[in-house]
Structure formats: C-alpha cells, structure tokens
C-alpha cells in the first residue's frame, strides 16, 4: 500500500477513482484499488463507459440480450451503464458503511442533453435513482443556471447529487445555496436530511487549459510567468467560500437539524501540459474534508512520487486572490473564461453522450446480427 497515499487520505482528502468499467468490477480491480490504493469513491461519465464497451469482451453477454430483445439504443445505455453503477455501489458498500456513509459513493450522470431542462433533469435523476438502487450512489447534475433548481429539487427529494462542471466562484456559491434550499425543503417535508448527501466537483485542470491558452495569444514574459497557476489558485478561493458558506447560521441550523456538508470535489485533476508536475493537481489541493476524483494515471503517479505536505490550501488563500488579480492586469477576463468553460463542458458531455449512443448502437447491431 502506498504510504503517499495513506498520507493523503490522512490529511482529510477522499481520494475516488474516475473511472469504471465492467472489467474492473468483474476481475476484482476496483475491489483491490479500494484495498491497496485508498479508493474510497468512483465517478463515472459517458466518456468512460465508451471507452470501457469499446475494449475487450465484458459487456458481449448483455449486448447480445438486448439485441435479442429489440430493445432501442437509449434504454440499452441505461441498462449497461446502471448494471455498472449498482455493481460498483455494491463494492464500495463496506466502505459506505464504515465511514458513517460519507464515502464509498459512486455517481452516474444525467443524460447532459438535458442540462438547460430542469424538468427533464430532475426526471432523469428521479428515474437513475429508482434504477440503480443503492444508498451509496450520486446523481450527476451539472451546474447550469437551469440545473439549480434541479439540484434543489433532487435535494428536497432525498437524492443525493454530485453536482459537476462548477469553473466559477459565483456558480459555486450558487450551489451551495441550491444545497441548502433543498435541504430546508426536504427538512420542511419531514425527511431525515441525515441521509441525503452531495459532493461539488470544481473543475480545475480545464481551467488552466483555458487561460493558458489566452496568455499564450498575450504574448508576453509577464503573461508567460502566470501560466499554469489559475487552477490552483481558483480551487483554492473555492475552498475559501466553503468554508465561509458554511460557517453561516443558515448552515448551522441545517447541521443542527443532523445535515451533512457538502463537499469540494477537485475534478478534472489529471494535468494536461505535460511541462507541469503530474501530480500538481493532488499536491496542491490538499483540504480537510475534500474529495479528489483521479484518473488511473493520476493516482498511480500519486502514489509513486506525489509530494503531499500537509494542508496547502487554508494558508494560501492571499496568493491565489494575488494571482487572480494578475491575471485580470494581464487582459484575462475571468467571466469570460468560467463562460466557455461551461459552453464547452456541455457540449463536450452530450458529444461523449452521443460518442456512447453510437458505441452501443453499433454493438447491438453486430450483436444482433451475429446471432
């Protein structure tokens, strides 16, 4: 076992797999990642699930039933991906149970085609819950304007959500405040709000992507010196808000009243320029309470040459408003940037939707018609 990553989960950071294939779950994998690489939580998207029916032969047995059965393309999707989801929760339910329920989570996401509907949204997750069926799972809402209500909604309904594609500080402190609306709502309705948890994924690597990207067009030794740091600097003021979210009397009297916390999830930790350290994005968010979503690669760097030295968050709160100032006296607009972040993680989750749709509609028709 890796004392790196023992050390890091010691410091208070829930450090959950993104990744999940039928592969895993049947050869043991994710079950020895839990014993050997303090995995206590798996995140999925349509990326992952193309990618796993894309390779090997685990899912053959189930495509060749579905088509079989006539059964059409979207419905066939859910099958598959929710067969993995409720097997996945069914792993990490020891872990569920022995850490008060807080962790041993796995999160499935909303069709993202329905990401500016609300209705829709809160529908699909309604449907996603009845289906996999496990106390231990997370409903992947994201966070557009139209997806708040739905977040609350969810809430207010006892679903517990894992709220993504959160680039902003103004749309972070939107969520936490959808958060505890729909906990008053469901404490309003008489539910036991014990029960009902959510995790908010800040997105972070994307970020650096983004603004890299327009200090490079800058063109200059000063724009050249902040490249590769605003990630970092944004999560950091996103912890910060946590933690002055909930120190509010509104949250005390939902804590007292037995809710629990949502937590910060670092997402989109795997470092994309490779002039940076691979394992920046752990290193660097290191936060009592957090929850650190990695790629394979990225955990397994982690747990060979990550340099985990305590909390490297709280004390840096001064420098990361310093660099995002920098950043604004360079010409970086800011609201800009968090804008097409969001516009693109939209499209880009209902182009992976649509690159999932098509995986399964061309097994289905091999499978059928090699019957």
């Excluded at 999925?44 to 699930?49: A, E, G, K, L, V």
């Excluded at 394992?279 to 968010?285: K, S």
């Excluded at 009592?288 to 909390?311: K, S, Y």
Aim: aromatic fraction near 6%; glycine fraction near 8%.
């Amino acid at each position: 076992m890796s004392e790196i990553l023992q050390r890091l989960s010691s410091e208070g950071v829930a450090i959950w797999l993104d990744d999940i294939s039928r592969d895993r779950l049947r050869t043991g994998n994710l079950e020895g990642l839990v014993r050997d690489r303090q995995v206590v939580g798996v995140t999925s998207n349509p990326t992952i699930f193309a990618k796993a029916l894309s390779k090997g032969d685990a899912y053959d047995g189930q495509l060749r039933d579905l088509a079989v059965r006539g059964v059409d393309v979207e419905e066939a999707v859910r099958m598959i991906t929710t067969y993995d989801i409720r097997w996945g929760c069914d792993v990490l339910r020891p872990v569920y149970e022995r850490s008060d329920h807080v962790d041993g989570r796995v999160s499935i996401e909303v069709d993202p085609r329905l990401a500016r509907d609300a209705e829709k949204t809160v529908a699909e997750a309604r449907a996603l819950w009845w289906t996999v069926d496990r106390p231990n799972l997370f409903i992947k809402i994201p966070a557009t304007l139209e997806g708040l209500p739905a977040i609350t909604q969810a809430i207010s309904e006892g679903i517990s959500v894992n709220v993504t594609l959160i680039f902003s500080l103004e749309r972070y402190g939107q969520v936490i405040d959808a958060y505890f609306e729909g906990l008053e709502k469901a404490r309003a309705a008489g539910r036991d709000i014990s029960q009902i948890a959510s995790v908010a994924s800040f997105f972070v690597s994307r970020v650096d992507t983004e603004i890299d990207k327009r200090l490079d067009k800058i063109d200059s030794p000063e724009a050249g010196a902040l490249k590769g740091k605003a990630g970092v600097a944004n999560a950091r003021l996103a912890y910060a808000l946590y933690e002055e979210k909930f120190a509010s009397d509104r949250w005390k009297a939902l804590k007292d009243a037995g809710a629990r916390p949502q937590r910060p999830l670092w997402a989109s930790t795997g470092v994309k320029d490779p002039s940076l350290p691979d394992t920046l994005y752990v290193d660097e968010l290191v936060a009592p309470g957090t929850v650190n979503t990695m790629p394979e690669a990225t955990l397994e760097a982690v747990a060979d040459h990550g340099r985990i030295r305590g909390d490297s968050v709280r004390g840096a709160y001064d420098d990361a408003r310093a660099h995002m100032a920098a950043l604004k006296e360079a010409g970086v607009d800011y609201d800009d940037v968090v804008r097409v972040l969001e516009e693109e993680g939209v499209d880009k989750f209902e182009a992976s939707w649509k690159e999932l749709l098509g995986t399964v509609e061309r097994e289905l028709a091999d499978k059928g018609g090699a019957r």
